[in-house]
């Protein structure tokens, strides 16, 4: 199972970026799914996570311009980023339980940079 996460880039203040994020391989199913972030010289932090059944919750500081969705048939998660600030370049991680052939395991993507510029 790999979690492939795209649509970073570089976007000037004030724009928007969607991110993608993509469990392949042999998945029975996905439960909950996440976009966490990490800055330079900063700590992981959660940005938005999403259940099975579209519960959401989204942190304070992206609340109101930060959107999460997926699509369960696709195994997809989404990151609608609105309004975006240069305090919001970081790179950002997917991270999803997954259940697969060797049960249920919770996996991290590879990252994707945005870097928003002022």
């Known amino acids: 199972v790999q979690l492939q996460a795209s649509g970073g880039g570089l976007v000037q203040a004030g724009g928007s970026l969607e991110l993608s994020c993509a469990a392949s391989g042999t998945v029975y199913g996905v439960y909950d799914m996440a976009w966490y972030r990490q800055a330079p010289h900063k700590q992981r932090e959660l940005v938005a996570e999403?259940?099975?059944?579209?519960?959401?919750n989204i942190a304070g500081s992206v609340k109101g311009r930060f959107t999460i969705s997926r699509n369960n048939d696709r195994n997809t998660v989404f990151l609608q980023m609105n309004s975006l600030t240069p305090e919001d370049t970081a790179v950002y991680y997917c991270n999803a339980d997954v259940w697969s052939i060797i049960g249920r395991q919770n996996f991290w993507g590879q990252g994707t940079l945005v870097t928003v510029s002022s």
């Open positions: 999403i259940s099975e059944t579209g519960t959401r």
